[in-house]
């Protein structure tokens, strides 16, 4: 199963910040995740300027499509970025990882996710959409589509009216499967009468977290799992430490977390999506798949950021393998 994503592509900055006296400049409450304007990440980058700084493609979509890359799928991703150096930069950074690059792109800048890191390691989250946010379903073409058996998208562009149903009712009318994750807990309750009209119709497999799938069906997580499952063919509900249940044809599958201490929690749902996709993507059987996303999962929250460090990859690719050749 080929599998192409179509998310926000966002530049992430990380910035570790020597006080939280930024945030109190800049008026961002610490731990937030706000959306700002392009003038207001200028001025933040500026007042930053000299501090440790890392940057990389990001973007819920395409952390989970490097992942797939990472483990050998065959991968595309599409998004929208600006003419200036980081959205050259991005594309070249989506190439490297293996990933096979879909891009439309606007005069100006590319969106940007600052994440300002405080002394004591609590993020706060600054986005600057920028072109990303508008993608159109115009701006991609069914030559492009028709490469893939599969298209992964984040609930997050349920807010484009011009490429979330749109491009759903294309993706259908050309036989690709679709893989949708609800992203976040206010964009469910914001947006929960379309999505309980086009997850039964257009999706396949649905990708929550505890607050999402609850914020969905108004039932906690054991019960939810079942009640989705009912709507799509793979309900998928991550549960935090408690790791993450499957629920498909009546059957529920509940499968541990992994890892060690969790440093940073960011992009484990992202990377879950990644191994359970690939398990799905080679036939592997529901509970191999979620062990695989468990992994990758377990990994990524050892580390500070959204990515899995480069040399830990033919490792888990080891420890994948011997999951994958287990007893189905």
């Not at 030559?143 to 749109?166: H, K, M, Q, S, W």
């Not at 257009?202 to 609850?214: C, G, P, Q």
């Not at 541990?256 to 990377?271: E, F, L, N, Q, R």
Request: charged share 20%; with cysteine.
């Amino acid at each position: 199963m080929k599998i192409i994503g179509i998310g926000n592509a966002l530049l992430d900055v990380l910035l570790r910040l020597e006080s939280d006296e930024t945030l109190d400049r800049m008026c961002m409450k610490k731990g937030a995740m706000d959306l700002i304007e392009e003038a207001q990440m200028k001025a933040i980058h500026r007042a930053q300027h000299g501090l440790a700084r890392h940057e990389a493609p990001g973007g819920s979509v395409c952390n989970t499509i490097r992942a797939l890359a990472h483990l050998g799928a065959e991968v595309g991703y599409i998004g929208k970025v600006g003419t200036d150096p980081s959205g050259a930069f991005y594309e070249q950074a989506v190439r490297e990882a293996g990933v096979t690059p879909c891009f439309a792109r606007a005069e100006g800048i590319t969106g940007c996710a600052t994440v300002l890191i405080s002394p004591d390691g609590e993020r706060t989250m600054a986005t600057f959409l920028g072109p990303a946010a508008t993608l159109s379903a115009a701006e991609i073409t069914d030559e492009t589509l028709r490469r893939y058996d599969c298209v992964y998208i984040e609930g997050y562009l349920i807010a484009n009216e011009a490429l979330f149903l749109p491009i759903l009712q294309r993706v259908d009318k050309l036989g690709l499967k679709v893989a949708l994750d609800l992203s976040n807990f206010n964009i469910v309750n914001g947006f929960k009468e379309l999505l309980q009209e086009v997850i039964p119709r257009y999706v396949r497999i649905l990708f929550s977290n505890e607050s999402e799938a609850e914020a969905y069906t108004g039932l906690p997580a054991a019960e939810a799992v079942q009640k989705i499952s009912e709507q799509v063919g793979v309900s998928v509900v991550t549960i935090g430490k408690q790791g993450a249940l499957v629920g498909s044809a009546g059957r529920i599958i509940a499968v541990p977390a992994s890892g060690g201490t969790a440093v940073d929690t960011t992009g484990a749902g992202d990377h879950f999506a990644a191994g359970f996709l690939y398990g799905q993507s080679v036939g592997a059987s529901l509970e191999q798949s979620a062990q695989t996303g468990s992994l990758l999962a377990g990994h990524v929250v050892e580390a500070i950021g959204p990515q899995i460090p480069a040399d830990l990859w033919p490792q888990i690719k080891l420890k994948v393998k011997d999951i994958l050749q287990s007893e189905r």
